[in-house]
């Protein structure tokens, strides 16, 4: 992102709109604050920016203490779900003039604002502070449309009229920014929904809107549901003993998924003990996560393939289309630490909602609820049109 050289030419700079200096790492929403602001870079110049941890203001060495937490405690700042959408970043142990500091390059957003906790955070000089409205519509305009995701961009033939606006108003506003500066930024309902990456520049809503506060959004996107069927069998071809298919929003489907979840899940007496107890044949957490992590991860994109939960009496399998993206491949996939997003205003708009809780520990969640559970671990298949988890039932 930067190469070496630039690292030591900006080591010796003045703060300004690129470049910053925090003596220590003690103050973690500090280091938040200013990679969000390095992030949206206001002042448009189109290069990274500089954050160097272990350098005083007046450019005198902090005295920072590295180790390798350290280094994975910064590196993790881009995707704890704090910052969104994520920053693209990249921290570096470095030592400069006999200074011991950790340098993060910034690259500005293709799709800004960024935000931490609500708050659209900007560098005006010197100073790191919340946006006005003024400088939010200023990052709207900055957007990059021809480089985003396809759940960021607008869908052809939608229309404002499509979006659920009292739900907006009531459930997704409130929740994706901080009252404080709700109540203060001024900003119209569509300047409201094209901030929050929700209609683009010709008004239409985008894919993350219709699945989000969307009022039918199969509508535009069939593929978006889910076929649920819980058979009285170990094969497919035996009796059918319910089925579902759940429609509506992605939040709409997470709600009905929880609650099918609890219905279809066996929970036999334990005998012997004092008290009698029951003992789930599966654990409602573990298959949570894998519900959720299949809405989240499956392309919606030139799709009409739902996502399918099918219930044996002695496995559950979960079909979630599109295959590994990104940085996560076929030969990795299922690596702890390793995790990408083909959906990332989608993440966004979950975690926004409470649905995520962090980013990157939901595989780590399966497996620890597993085996407390006393279930196999979790078979995952992966192939380029698609993933699936196979979760057999605790002997």
């Not at 935000?115 to 006005?132: E, K, L």
């Not at 809405?295 to 979630?320: K, M």
Request: negative net charge; contains cysteine; glycine residues 8%.
């Amino acid at each position: 992102m930067i190469d070496f050289e630039e690292v030591e030419n900006r080591f010796q700079e003045d703060e300004g709109d690129r470049l910053e200096r925090k003596r220590s790492a003690s103050d973690l929403d500090a280091l938040r604050k200013a990679i969000c602001a390095l992030a949206n870079d206001l002042s448009g110049t189109g290069r990274p920016g500089l954050l160097f941890v272990g350098q005083a203001e007046d450019k005198s060495c902090g005295d920072l203490k590295l180790d390798d937490k350290l280094v994975e405690q910064l590196t993790n700042l881009r995707g704890d779900g704090t910052i969104l959408p994520f920053p693209i970043i990249n921290v570096e142990v470095r030592t400069i003039s006999g200074c011991e500091l950790i340098a993060i390059a910034v690259a500005p957003h293709d799709n800004p604002p960024v935000r931490m906790d609500g708050r659209t955070y900007v560098r005006v000089g010197r100073s790191t502070r919340v946006a006005t409205a003024d400088e939010e519509r200023r990052l709207v305009e900055k957007r990059r449309w021809s480089t985003l995701p396809f759940d960021a961009k607008g869908v052809g033939g939608a229309a404002l009229d499509d979006l659920d606006l009292v739900r907006f108003v009531l459930e997704y506003l409130p929740s994706a920014v901080a009252p404080d500066v709700l109540a203060e930024n001024g900003l119209t309902r569509e300047e409201q929904l094209r901030a929050l990456r929700l209609i683009d520049p010709q008004g239409r809503p985008t894919a993350t809107a219709l699945l989000v506060v969307g009022k039918e959004p199969q509508a535009w996107l069939p593929g978006a549901s889910v076929q649920a069927l819980r058979i009285g069998g170990t094969e497919l071809t035996d009796p059918i003993r319910d089925q579902r298919r759940i429609d509506g929003t992605v939040p709409d489907q997470i709600r009905q998924l929880d609650e099918l979840v609890k219905l279809w899940t066996e929970r036999p007496a334990v005998v012997g003990g004092p008290v009698r107890e029951t003992s789930p044949t599966y654990p409602e957490s573990a298959l949570r996560q894998l519900v959720r992590n299949a809405l989240l991860h499956r392309t919606y994109e030139g799709s009409n393939a739902p996502v399918r939960l099918t219930w044996y009496d002695d496995r559950i399998e979960i079909q979630s289309p599109g295959g590994p993206y990104g940085q996560v491949t076929l030969g990795n996939f299922g690596t702890p630490g390793i995790t990408d997003y083909r959906n990332p205003t989608l993440a966004e708009a979950l975690k926004n909602l409470s649905y995520v809780e962090k980013f990157g520990v939901g595989l780590a969640i399966v497996r620890q609820a597993l085996a407390k559970n006393g279930n196999p671990p979790a078979e995952f298949s992966a192939q380029a049109t698609g993933v699936n988890v196979t979760v057999r039932q605790r002997p």
